[in-house]
């Protein structure tokens, strides 16, 4: 049975205008436009919704999501490139964690530096002399 997008938002849980993006990104798209124009949604549209939405909350990009939907679309499954992807998110995530222990060690450090400096004693050519610009 074929859904407006105003019932396929609200079935959805999100509004018309989110329905509208993904349709305009190609994650979620019409099977048909009725004789009016509306876009109209096949059963399952708030399947595929339910995917969107739960590839995003793992960390996968529209364009990433658009590729597993374009594999699944062509009768292909889709998970070893899944798999691949979200692999791919973790290691990013590994990466980025070590740079922000990095950062959060350097700001510890800094903390710890500016509670032996005199604020007196601070070179006026300098903006602040906690933060080092030579460095």
């Known amino acids: 049975m074929a859904m407006k997008i105003g019932e396929l938002a609200e079935?959805?849980?999100?509004?018309?205008?989110t329905i509208r993006y993904y349709d305009r990104v190609g994650v979620l798209?019409?099977?048909?436009?009725?004789?009016?124009?509306?876009?109209?949604y096949g059963d399952d549209a708030l399947e595929r919704?339910?995917?969107v939405r739960a590839a995003q909350a793992v960390g996968l990009h529209l364009g990433e999501i658009r590729q597993i939907l374009a594999l699944r679309n062509r009768g292909e499954t889709p998970c070893g490139y899944v798999v691949e992807l979200i692999g791919r998110r973790a290691d990013e995530l590994d990466a980025r964690i070590d740079e922000l222990v990095t950062l959060r060690d350097e700001l510890r450090h800094l903390t710890?530096?500016?509670a032996t400096l005199d604020p007196r004693r601070?070179?006026?050519k300098l903006v602040c002399h906690v933060i080092r610009q030579d460095a």
């Open 29 to 40: 798209q019409p099977e048909e436009r009725s004789e009016a124009g509306y876009r109209l």
């Open 11 to 17: 079935r959805a849980g999100t509004s018309v205008k």
């Open 122 to 124: 601070c070179d006026p």
């Open 112 to 114: 710890k530096r500016a």
């Open 49 to 51: 919704y339910r995917f």
